[in-house]
Every structure is written in C-alpha cells, then in structure tokens.
C-alpha cells in the first residue's frame, strides 16, 4: 500500500474541484441521478455554465478512473476510507461557507 498518498492527493484535488465546479453550474452532484446525467451529457444540466458543466463532466470521468486505480492497487477499504473523509470534508467546507 504504497500509492494511497498519491491517489489521495489526486482524489482530494479532483473532489474539491468538482464541489466547485458543481456550485458553478447549481448541481448537487450526489443527489440521486445526477452523476449519471452529468456522465451521459444530460442537455438539461448543461444550461448556465456550459465551460464548467464540461469541465466537470471530465473530471467526474477522470475521477472514477483514479477511484478504479486505486482500488486495483490499494484496494477497496483505504480507498472507500479517503472518499469518505473527502466528501465529509467537502460538506463541513460548504457549511462553513454557508
């Protein structure tokens, strides 16, 4: 288990760009379905902020490859573990804010 430290850093970087870029364009990226709307180009979603609703569609991709790698290298209790607190992270960073 050698690779967490990195593929921490590089998920943590990606999750919180991906809480911003989600605020930009007014999505909640973890309500029910739309990850899968925002992954499948969902027109509806893409109304606003069409430069960040791409950007995030390519690091949502991007973010479950590095989950997929992690896992394989890792695997799944230490990397389950870091998302996590990543996105507990996340919230307490948006309830600070407001």
């Known amino acids: 288990m050698n690779g967490l430290p990195h593929f921490q850093q590089d998920l943590d970087d990606i999750i919180h760009e991906l809480a911003t870029l989600a605020a ?4 909640r990226l973890r309500d029910p379905g739309v990850m899968d709307a925002v992954l499948h ?3 509806r979603l ?4 069409e430069a960040a609703f791409d950007k995030m569609r390519g690091l949502l991709v991007l973010a479950f490859t590095t989950v997929e790698h992690a ?5 799944v209790g230490p990397t389950s573990a870091f998302i996590l607190r990543a996105l507990a992270e996340v919230d307490e960073r948006r309830g600070l804010r407001g």
Do not use: A, Y
């Not at 893409?46 to 902020?49: A, D, E, K, T």
């Open 24 to 27: 930009l364009c007014g999505l």
């Open 41 to 43: 180009n969902d027109p």
């Open 46 to 49: 893409r109304q606003g902020n």
């Open 71 to 75: 896992v394989e290298s890792e695997g």
